[in-house]
T-cell receptor, first 112, second 117 residues
Framework: EDQVTQSPEALRLQEGESSSLNCSYT??????LFWYRQDPGKGPEFLFT???AGEEKEKERLKATLTKKESFLHITAPKPEDSATYLC?????????????FGKGTRLSVIA | ETGVTQTPRHLVMGMTNKKSLKCEQH?????MYWYKQSAKKPLELMFV???????ENNSVPSRFSPECPNSSHLFLHLHTLQPEDSALYLC????????????????FGEGSRLTVL
């Protein structure tokens, strides 16, 4: 069974304090790993897709990396507007058109 | 309008009521999804429609009944719900891989917050 575990559950950072969020996964053949951002009261917003170990993607203060067992979302010099819940999801080759298996998310709070 | 629009944003209903949630996407996608989001739990896939045909029913109780009249509209009909069905119901759309695109890149609506009394 495909599984995604995210840690920590919650993270509180001072503005400018860089850190990383972790997403560990088990999947029967990874088709893709996806990061989403969800603001309170809103639906998730797509951030990145990673396909193979060693791949990296960047967007503003965020950088996502991928290994064979986990992905990290690195946040460099965060700002209060980066506060949100970050969701990780995987899709397996065996799933066909079936979409994603999500983790529970990491709730990030950035304090000014 | 652009993106994925869900109505109503908030719904309170009794266990004997019948109501419907509506989703409309303006992205030209051909796959649509219903997800359930409860506190402290991962997003749970409920239904998937590809080109208006249901391709996934993730063991959802029959008190939830989806309808997809065309590739732009998706409904979730609700009847005889239980208090544990209270949650945020999210609609999403994506391109179907048969038409090109990436199924993992989902575009979500803002959700319908459902409270069952």
């Amino acid at each position: 069974e495909d599984q995604v575990t995210q840690s920590p559950e919650a993270l509180r950072l001072q503005e400018g304090e860089s850190s990383s969020l972790n997403c560990s996964y088990t999947v029967s053949g990874l088709r893709g790993l996806f990061w989403y951002r969800q603001d309170p009261g809103k639906g998730p917003e797509f951030l990145f897709t990673l396909y193979s170990a060693g791949e990296e993607k960047e967007k503003e203060r965020l950088k996502a990396t991928l290994t064979k067992k986990e992905s990290f979302l690195h946040i460099t010099a965060p700002k209060p507007e980066d506060s949100a819940t970050y969701l990780c999801a995987v899709q397996a080759f065996s799933s066909g058109n079936t979409p994603l298996v999500f983790g529970k998310g990491t709730r990030l709070s950035v304090i000014a | 309008e652009t993106g994925v629009t869900q109505t109503p944003r908030h719904l309170v209903m009794g266990m004997t009521n019948k109501k419907s949630l509506k989703c409309e996407q303006h992205l030209g996608h051909n796959a649509m999804y219903w997800y359930k989001q409860s506190a402290k739990k991962p997003l749970e896939l409920m239904f998937v429609y590809n080109f208006k045909e249901q391709t996934e029913n993730n063991s959802v109780p029959s008190r939830f009944s989806p309808e997809c009249p065309n590739s732009s509209h998706l409904f979730l009909h609700l009847h005889t719900l239980q208090p544990e069905d209270s949650a945020l119901y999210l609609c999403a759309s994506s391109q179907n891989p048969l038409a090109g695109g990436i199924t993992g890149e989902l575009f979500f609506g803002e959700g319908s917050r459902l409270t069952v009394l």
